[in-house]
């Protein structure tokens, strides 16, 4: 029990809600949390209104105006619905809506979809859990004005929220998104949401969508010979209890692979993911059961999946014969080593191909890009960024793939957000072209690295909840904005790149950082690099209570013998900078 103090501005919204056309059932859990003594709830749940971001709402379920509820969800949605209207005036305006297995994302979905209606807008509505990247496609497909997917990503099981996305089939950047959330702003009473829906102006869908989709995933096969003499190649897959269970098998078998096994313990879609603490794949722990079966198995790959199936885990025998996980960024690295590689030996490189990563994913890629004459544009984080690259450069460059740290890749520009079910497909693709050779995905990782350098990323994600926490984590960039570090772990700052102000510091020199095209705006995000070549990015999350140090070096590696040594010292070498910044 807590006995932290309700400030009047907070209290004033609890009567709001206590006297205000909430229903009953709202009320009475608002009252439950007032006599239970737990202040600190009550204040988190209503000290201010959850944010409708620039990329649509995530939040913890429950009453309140900072929770993820019919009420919140309702207002979002009808502010987006008068965007909708007021940017397509005259036209038969149409959205595509999905959703993943998290609490309360079937009702929240179909609220959605009634909300839409009742503002006569037609609605495609995934009639069970789909992928993210699915509605991405099903956008573009069903030639929609926008789409939701309701969702909370990785985040834990008390978690929902939803993403937002326009007619090219990406989430919302400039200028719509803040046009949106004025919208979104200007709904300031549920007597101004319409929740009665118009069944008429809603259609269920699914298999006319999910068999075109299969069948451009099919298309990013760059070696189907490989594939056919690799087809028994043992793979072991896991959805985390999310929507992967949907699409993936399907398109393992779609491309040929026929020895898939599947994680019964985590197959069933449960939105409380209750054989994990959290359903992230970047997380070893969520991925043990499938490591565990690879290992009974003798597996050459094993594939994990987040909720909503944009993100992708995976994990291979390494040298010393023991499966271990990939990161985001080796992944990432080696699907465009694979794919450059691909197209160059296809003579499919014209000059005007193009791949595209997050300022905070690895310099790797950009070094490969510039080895083998392909442009690779840094974008903010976030795969809209990467999904406005690739429409700002349509029909004048084709766009081979992207990706970025957080397991999130792209193949092809079909979709335009991170695809785990694409990615999915390639991963055993290029395990399969490794198989092939005689080699692991982990041998293909390191020749990777002789011919590239050893890259090797630290990251340090520090999570601050609630209101003090969010004060923390904005106190911590303002303290490193003010009085910014000379030098880390012994090697001096040379360079200095604020995405907030838009600036480059570098010899003495600042300079404005370009905006307003190929990904770059504005973004609370700084980054420091060092005579020896560290990179050091700081970002507080977006969607949620963390902030995030991303931490960068290499070396070479001259032969795949030196691999543990060189490791053992870029290890070291992060370490001594996360000691030396004290970032905990």
Known sequence: MTTASIDATTQTEI???????????????????????????LIDSFYRSLEFGTGGLRGVIGVGSNRMNRYTVGAAT??????????FPGE?????????????????????????????IKVYLF????????????????????????????NPPEYNGYKVYWNDGAQVVAPHDKNIIDEVEKVTSIEDIKFEGNPDKIKLIDEEV??????????NAVNPDVIARQAGMKIVYTPIHGTGITLVPRALDALGFTNVSIVEAQATPDGNFPTVKSPNPEERAAMQLALDQALTQNADLVLATDPDADRVGAGARNHHGEFELLNGNQMASLIIFYLLRAWRDADKLTGKEFIAKTIVTTDLIDRMCERAGVPCYNTLTGFKYIAQVIRELEGQQQFIAGGEESYGY?????????????????IAELTAYAKDQGLSLFDLLMEMYQENGFYYEGLVSLTKKGKSGSEEIQQMMADFRANPPKQIAGSEVIRIDDYKALTRTENGQTNAIEAGKMGIESSNVLQFFTADGTKISARPSGTEPKIKFYV???????????????????????????????LK
């Open 210 to 219: 999910d068999a075109p989709y299969i069948e451009r995933i099919k298309t």
């Open 552 to 582: 960068s070096v290499n070396e070479p590696l001259n032969s795949k013998d030196e691999f543990d040594a060189v490791y053992a010292t870029l290890k070291e070498k992060v370490q001594r900078v996360i000691d030396d910044m004290n």
């Open 15 to 41: 009567d709001r809600w206590l006297d205000g056309s909430y229903d009953a059932n709202t009320k009475t859990a608002i009252r439950q949390l007032q006599d239970s003594g737990n202040t600190t709830e």
């Open 410 to 426: 792209l193949i092809g520009d079909f979709v335009r957000d991170k695809d785990a079910i694409a990615s999915c497909a390639m």
């Open 127 to 154: 009639s069970s859990l789909r992928p993210t990247p699915e509605l991405s496609f099903a956008i573009r497909q069903l030639g929609c004005q926008s789409g939701i997917v309701v969702t909370a990503s990785h």
């Open 78 to 87: 009808q502010g987006l619905a008068n965007y909708i209207n007021a940017a």
């Open 92 to 120: 038969d305006v149409s959205v595509a809506i999905a959703h993943d297995s998290r609490r309360m994302s079937p009702e929240f979905a179909r609220l959605v979809a009634d909300i839409f209606s009742a503002n006569h």
